[in-house]
């Protein structure tokens, strides 16, 4: 067992601007750190300098404290699944589950317990024999997994391992995953750009974005504080809405505007930000979860009129897109406070299965006690 | 799937390729039936329909051959040579092509573009020089001067080169990680996964090397380490001159050449595929 630590670690290819920017990141000993950010962000880049499959442009990559940036893979001792398993084509799954341990020139007798050890743990027995070639995706998948296990690395490395399955067989394995490494409490690093994957499986989630880490957190605390819109956007299924608003003081009461309405900040939201009257009379951004917004009958205060513009009923759940005369951010950019969608949509998660006209009109209301704030920046607002 | 062509199209090639087909096979059944005719037959009917029948049919032109001159030692000399270029060659320009498609080391795009370059170089342009390399080196008339020279191959590299780079770099990597060396990744992950390049290689080396002529007849001198290609000419100017028996060691000296075409040409075509030279 190990822990990994980054220590301001870049990566720049030559001739292109840097992919990844000084990143600090520890994985402790005996956790599953899920690297989370949306394709193209780095992930797989700085999975791969862990590794030691590429090289580091600055900073110091540390397994138990010792540097390891002059280090081949082959001394790292860390295991690694690979997004399309590379599996040896022209060995059977037995040989593909001994090629790690013999080239730790174990005994023929030690590999063959070995093998046998993981094929059972992860019920591959019948499949000894097989090429990769004549195993289903998820078969493959667990054969990837035990090449990793089969020998007594230090940590895990998984770079998207589930995304060549179907969503089925995705949220399955996914747990077998979680499983697997709670019963053997490996170190896990492990890239996804699947927040539901990022949600689920990690002990604590690191948010990317265009090389730079945004949040180290636990998954409730990712939801629940996001520190900046794009995590606020990113994760949460379907993400964070949010809104560009105008703060103003009314009777002594903070207000915003949208559409038609006035709505106040409740007393728990001036708690939670402290900073809030300083603010009066600037715009700022607010952000609402889906699931926070609830469809009312007719518009009273507190309520959003809006048009329904799709709905996705789910059967439990419905996802609501409506248009409204509001400003909506884009939360994906540097610069939310300045980008406005052109087409202001607001998702709303309803219980149960509901069809819905495109163009009807619908009343939403918002929890105001459950709003987050974030400057034009996109910065969440001092907390407490 | 390419579209179906129409009918007449589809006769018009048939009638082509026909056309093409008869083009190639006519000289090699003359030969074959020219080898079993009596020896004065083999001229007057050569231009005839009559030459393609092999009536009253004889070996007497094959044991000839064995008799007049020492057929199979130059057979011995020929396949020593030939696969030893193409064993040894296998094997050099292999990793040669591995080290230019997957290692980093200075110098290595500059020294591949070299490599590429001589591809377009022939034989004939070097052979002087070459020639003299190997006088000064003393070794005229031996097997080492036919077979060094030619290991090292430019289009075999780029052969295996293309191949190689085309292949899954996880793989590599995976073997990295599980504690292979690089030489361990070449033999146990590469080398198993590259059959149809190891194929395609060595029969075109294996053609290639077969026929050689110019080569053999400058260095070789005696009849002890001659070739084959060298030793049908010798065999053409030994009196008396006899066409059925130059028929027969003709015959004799493709029949390995079309036995290992047809042994790998499965591997063959899709390695040749597969590296992108189609055509
Ligand atoms: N050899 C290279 N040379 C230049 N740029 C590269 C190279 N390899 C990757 N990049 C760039 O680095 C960035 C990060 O790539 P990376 O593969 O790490 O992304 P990722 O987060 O894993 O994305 P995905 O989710 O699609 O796998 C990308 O913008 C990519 O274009
Ligand atoms: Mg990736």
């Given at each position: 067992?190990?822990?990994?630590?980054?220590?301001?670690?870049?990566?720049?290819?030559?001739?292109?601007?840097?992919?990844?920017?000084?990143?600090?990141?520890?994985?402790?000993?005996?956790?599953?750190?899920?690297?989370?950010?949306?394709?193209?962000?780095?992930?797989?880049?700085?999975?791969?300098?862990?590794?030691?499959?590429?090289?580091?442009?600055?900073?110091?990559?540390?397994?138990?404290?010792?540097?390891?940036?002059?280090?081949?893979?082959?001394?790292?001792?860390?295991?690694?699944?690979?997004?399309?398993?590379?599996?040896?084509?022209?060995?059977?799954?037995?040989?593909?589950?001994?090629?790690?341990?013999?080239?730790?020139?174990?005994?023929?007798?030690?590999?063959?317990?070995?093998?046998?050890?993981?094929?059972?743990?992860?019920?591959?027995?019948?499949?000894?024999?097989?090429?990769?070639?004549?195993?289903?995706?998820?078969?493959?998948?667990?054969?990837?997994?035990?090449?990793?296990?089969?020998?007594?690395?230090?940590?895990?490395?998984?770079?998207?391992?589930?995304?060549?399955?179907?969503?089925?067989?995705?949220?399955?394995?996914?747990?077998?995953?979680?499983?697997?490494?709670?019963?053997?409490?490996?170190?896990?690093?492990?890239?996804?750009?699947?927040?539901?994957?990022?949600?689920?499986?990690?002990?604590?989630?690191?948010?990317?974005?265009?090389?730079?880490?945004?949040?180290?957190?636990?998954?409730?605390?990712?939801?629940?504080?996001?520190?900046?819109?794009?995590?606020?956007?990113?994760?949460?299924?379907?993400?964070?809405?949010?809104?560009?608003?105008?703060?103003?003081?009314?009777?002594?009461?903070?207000?915003?505007?949208?559409?038609?309405?006035?709505?106040?900040?409740?007393?728990?939201?001036?708690?939670?930000?402290?900073?809030?009257?300083?603010?009066?009379?600037?715009?700022?951004?607010?952000?609402?979860?889906?699931?926070?917004?609830?469809?009312?009958?007719?518009?009273?205060?507190?309520?959003?009129?809006?048009?329904?513009?799709?709905?996705?009923?789910?059967?439990?759940?419905?996802?609501?897109?409506?248009?409204?005369?509001?400003?909506?951010?884009?939360?994906?950019?540097?610069?939310?406070?300045?980008?406005?969608?052109?087409?202001?949509?607001?998702?709303?998660?309803?219980?149960?299965?509901?069809?819905?006209?495109?163009?009807?009109?619908?009343?939403?209301?918002?929890?105001?006690?459950?709003?987050?704030?974030?400057?034009?920046?996109?910065?969440?607002?001092?907390?407490? | 799937?390419?579209?179906?062509?129409?009918?007449?199209?589809?006769?018009?090639?048939?009638?082509?390729?026909?056309?093409?087909?008869?083009?190639?096979?006519?000289?090699?059944?003359?030969?074959?039936?020219?080898?079993?005719?009596?020896?004065?037959?083999?001229?007057?009917?050569?231009?005839?329909?009559?030459?393609?029948?092999?009536?009253?049919?004889?070996?007497?032109?094959?044991?000839?051959?064995?008799?007049?001159?020492?057929?199979?030692?130059?057979?011995?000399?020929?396949?020593?040579?030939?696969?030893?270029?193409?064993?040894?060659g296998l094997?050099v320009n292999a990793?040669a092509a591995?080290?230019?498609?997957?290692?980093?080391?200075?110098?290595?795009?500059?020294?591949?573009?070299?490599?590429?370059?001589?591809?377009?170089?022939?034989?004939?342009?070097?052979?002087?020089?070459?020639?003299?390399?190997?006088?000064?080196?003393?070794?005229?008339?031996?097997?080492?001067?036919?077979?060094?020279?030619?290991i090292a191959n430019a289009f075999s590299i780029y052969l295996f080169y293309?191949?190689?780079?085309?292949?899954?770099?996880?793989?590599?990597?995976?073997?990295?990680?599980?504690?292979?060396?690089?030489?361990?990744?070449?033999?146990?992950?590469?080398?198993?996964?590259?059959?149809?390049?190891?194929?395609?290689v060595a029969?075109l080396s294996?053609?290639?090397?077969?026929?050689?002529?110019?080569?053999?007849?400058?260095?070789?001198?005696?009849?002890?380490?001659?070739?084959?290609?060298?030793?049908?000419?010798?065999?053409?100017?030994?009196?008396?001159?006899?066409?059925?028996?130059?028929?027969?060691?003709?015959?004799?000296?493709?029949?390995?050449?079309?036995?290992?075409?047809?042994?790998?040409?499965?591997?063959?075509?899709?390695?040749?595929?597969?590296?992108?030279?189609?055509?």
């Open positions: 067992m190990a822990s990994i630590r980054l220590d301001k670690v870049s990566k720049q290819y030559d001739g292109h601007d840097a992919v990844i920017e000084e990143m600090d990141l520890q994985i402790r000993d005996g956790e599953l750190l899920v690297l989370v950010g949306p394709s193209g962000c780095g992930k797989s880049t700085l999975l791969r300098m862990v590794a030691g499959l590429e090289e580091i442009s600055a900073g110091e990559i540390l397994i138990d404290d010792q540097v390891v940036n002059q280090l081949p893979p082959q001394k790292r001792n860390l295991a690694m699944v690979f997004q399309n398993y590379a599996l040896y084509p022209h060995m059977t799954v037995r040989e593909n589950l001994a090629f790690p341990l013999k080239m730790q020139r174990l005994s023929r007798d030690e590999v063959n317990r070995r093998v046998a050890q993981t094929a059972e743990l992860l019920s591959l027995g019948n499949l000894l024999d097989r090429r990769p070639k004549q195993l289903s995706g998820g078969q493959r998948q667990r054969v990837a997994m035990g090449r990793a296990m089969v020998r007594d690395a230090d940590a895990f490395l998984m770079d998207e391992p589930l995304s060549n399955l179907d969503a089925k067989l995705r949220v399955e394995i996914r747990s077998e995953i979680a499983a697997l490494q709670r019963r053997l409490g490996i170190t896990t690093l492990y890239v996804t750009h699947d927040q539901v994957e990022a949600m689920t499986l990690g002990h604590r989630v690191a948010v990317m974005r265009a090389g730079k880490l945004q949040q180290v957190a636990t998954p409730s605390r990712l939801y629940e504080h996001p520190v900046n819109v794009f995590v606020a956007g990113f994760i949460g299924n379907p993400g964070m809405n949010v809104l560009r608003v105008m703060l103003e003081t009314v009777d002594k009461a903070l207000v915003f505007r949208l559409g038609e309405h006035c709505f106040t900040l409740p007393q728990s939201v001036m708690e939670n930000y402290p900073d809030l009257p300083n603010r009066s009379g600037q715009m700022l951004l607010l952000g609402i979860r889906p699931a926070t917004l609830t469809l009312v009958e007719s518009g009273g205060n507190g309520s959003l009129e809006a048009t329904m513009s799709s709905a996705e009923p789910l059967g439990h759940e419905t996802i609501l897109h409506v248009n409204a005369d509001i400003d909506v951010v884009a939360t994906d950019t540097e610069d939310p406070g300045n980008t406005l969608l052109k087409r202001p949509t607001l998702t709303a998660i309803i219980p149960g299965h509901r069809h819905f006209k495109p163009g009807e009109t619908v009343h939403l209301q918002i929890d105001c006690d459950k709003l987050h704030c974030f400057d034009l920046q996109g910065t969440a607002l001092a907390h407490h | 799937m390419r579209p179906q062509r129409s009918r007449p199209g589809m006769i018009l090639s048939y009638a082509l390729l026909s056309v093409l087909a008869l083009l190639f096979l006519t000289p090699v059944v003359m030969m074959l039936t020219g080898s079993l005719k009596p020896d004065e037959r083999v001229l007057t009917e050569a231009g005839t329909l009559a030459g393609f029948i092999p009536d009253q049919a004889s070996l007497q032109n094959y044991t000839d051959v064995f008799t007049r001159t020492d057929f199979l030692g130059f057979l011995i000399n020929s396949l020593f040579i030939t696969s030893t270029i193409v064993i040894c094997l990793l591995y080290a230019f498609a997957r290692l980093h080391w200075r110098g290595r795009d500059l020294l591949f573009n070299l490599v590429l370059a001589l591809m377009i170089l022939p034989l004939e342009a070097i052979a002087i020089p070459l020639f003299y390399g190997v006088s000064l080196l003393g070794l005229r008339d031996t097997y080492l001067a036919q077979i060094l020279p030619f293309s191949f190689f780079i085309g292949l899954p770099r996880e793989l590599e990597e995976a073997a990295r990680l599980d504690g292979a060396s690089t030489l361990r990744i070449f033999f146990s992950i590469i080398l198993p996964n590259s059959k149809p390049v190891f194929a395609s029969i294996f053609l290639m090397w077969w026929g050689a002529y110019l080569w053999p007849l400058m260095v070789t001198i005696g009849p002890e380490v001659r070739p084959l290609p060298v030793a049908i000419a010798a065999f053409y100017t030994l009196p008396p001159l006899q066409w059925g028996d130059i028929l027969a060691f003709g015959v004799m000296m493709v029949a390995p050449v079309l036995l290992v075409f047809l042994l790998f040409q499965r591997w063959f075509v899709r390695g040749v595929a597969a590296s992108g030279i189609k055509g």
